[in-house]
T-cell receptor
Framework: GDSVTQTEGQVALSEEDFLTIHCNYS??????LFWYVQYPGEGPQFLFR?????EKGSSRGFEATYDKGTTSFHLRKASVQESDSAVYYCALGDNTGNYKYVFGAGTRLKVIA | ETAVFQTPNYHVTQVGNEVSFNCKQTLGHDTMYWYKQDSKKLLKIMFSYNNKQLIVNETVPRRFSPQSSDKAHLNLRIKSVEPEDSAVYLC???????????FGPGTRLTVL
C-alpha cells in the first residue's frame, strides 16, 4: 500500500539555521504531495502541495519540490525562527480513485532562540 | 479563522461508557474525515465520508461508528470505550480527491 516516510523524528536548530526535513513516499502513479504543520493544542494546518514531477510548492518561507525520480518531497527553509517550532507532517493523496490519504509519522521541530 | 468546529474540546470518562463527538465544517466541502492522533503524534485515518456516504473505512474496532446527517456534519460515537481509545480525535474536511484537508482543533479523550 501507499506509504510516507519521514526520516527525522525530531530536529533541534538555532534561529536562522537552515532546515531540511526529509520525506519519501511510495505510491503508484502521481500522488499529490502535501506538507502540514501542527502547533500545540491545534489541528494540523495545510502548508502547501504539489501534484506533478518538478513542481515546487511553497508557503511562509517553506518550500519543497516534487521529485518522482527519488520519490521525495523534502521540506526546506533557509532561516528558521523560534515561532516555527511545531510538528511537521508530509502526506500524500492517492490518485487511483480510492480516496486514500496517508500521513507520515511527523517531525518535531524545536528552534532555540 | 476556524472553519472546522469540534465539540467537546475534552472528555474524561470511565471504561465501558459511551461517548459522542461532533464535527461541523463551514467550508462547503463535500468530504469529511475522522482521524485518531496518539500520544506520539501519529495520525491514523479512521473514516471518510463523501456527501453523507462512507467511502473509506479503515480497520477500526466495531465499537466506533461514524454518522453523517449532511455533508457539513460528521459525528463519531464510541460504544463501551477502552483505555487504548485515549487519544485526540481530529475531524477534517476537503473537496473530494487529492486536495488539502482542513482540520478542527480536535477532541481529547481520556479513558480512566
Amino acid at each position: 500500500g501507499d506509504s510516507v516516510t519521514q526520516t527525522e523524528g525530531q530536529v533541534a536548530l538555532s534561529e536562522e539555521d537552515f532546515l531540511t526535513i526529509h520525506c519519501n513516499y511510495s505510491a503508484s502513479g502521481y500522488p499529490a504531495l502535501f506538507w502540514y504543520v501542527q502547533y500545540p493544542g491545534e489541528g494540523p494546518q495545510f502548508l502547501f502541495r504539489a501534484s506533478r514531477d518538478k513542481e515546487k510548492g511553497s508557503s511562509r518561507g517553506f518550500e519543497a519540490t516534487y521529485d518522482k525520480g527519488t520519490t521525495s518531497f523534502h521540506l526546506r527553509k533557509a532561516s528558521v525562527q523560534e515561532s516555527d517550532s511545531a510538528v511537521y507532517y508530509c502526506a500524500l493523496g492517492d490518485n487511483t480513485g480510492n480516496y486514500k490519504y496517508v500521513f507520515g509519522a511527523g517531525t518535531r521541530l524545536k528552534v532555540i532562540a | 479563522e476556524t472553519a472546522v468546529f469540534q465539540t467537546p474540546n475534552y472528555h474524561v470518562t470511565q471504561v465501558g461508557n459511551e461517548v459522542s463527538f461532533n464535527c461541523k465544517q463551514t467550508l462547503g466541502h463535500d468530504t469529511m474525515y475522522w482521524y485518531k492522533q496518539d500520544s506520539k503524534k501519529l495520525l491514523k485515518i479512521m473514516f471518510s465520508y463523501n456527501n453523507k456516504q462512507l467511502i473509506v473505512n479503515e480497520t477500526v474496532p466495531r465499537r466506533f461508528s461514524p454518522q453523517s446527517s449532511d455533508k457539513a456534519h460528521l459525528n463519531l460515537r464510541i460504544k463501551s470505550v477502552e483505555p487504548e481509545d485515549s487519544a485526540v480525535y481530529l475531524c477534517a474536511s476537503s473537496r473530494l480527491g487529492r486536495y488539502e484537508q482542513y482540520f478542527g482543533p480536535g477532541t481529547r479523550l481520556t479513558v480512566l
